[in-house]
């Protein structure tokens, strides 16, 4: 008998999911670049890059700093709008 791989979310279960292997934000897209390398209904969650509803294009450059202790990052949350994510479904950010 296989194992139960499902993951169940929030108080009373109120989001399941088949198994809790999620495709990270920014390595998915919306999803439909996975496609060609899995059944992407197979996937326990897509996670998408931050979508807000009105178009953002980020902050101004340089958005990247090097410091001794690594790298500082602030690109600022960019992205296309909800209506136009909606519309097309994959949107180059």
Known sequence: MPADMRARLGPG???ELPNLVL???GCAGAGRELAQFVDVARVGALISKSIMAEP???NPAPR???TPS???NSVG???PG???FLQKREVSF
């Open 13 to 15: 279960a109120q989001a």
């Open 23 to 25: 495709a990270a934000a």
């Open 56 to 58: 953002h294009t980020g």
């Open 64 to 66: 990247l700093a090097e």
């Open 70 to 72: 690594g790298l500082l």
């Open 77 to 79: 949350l960019q992205n």
């Open 82 to 84: 909800i209506d136009a």
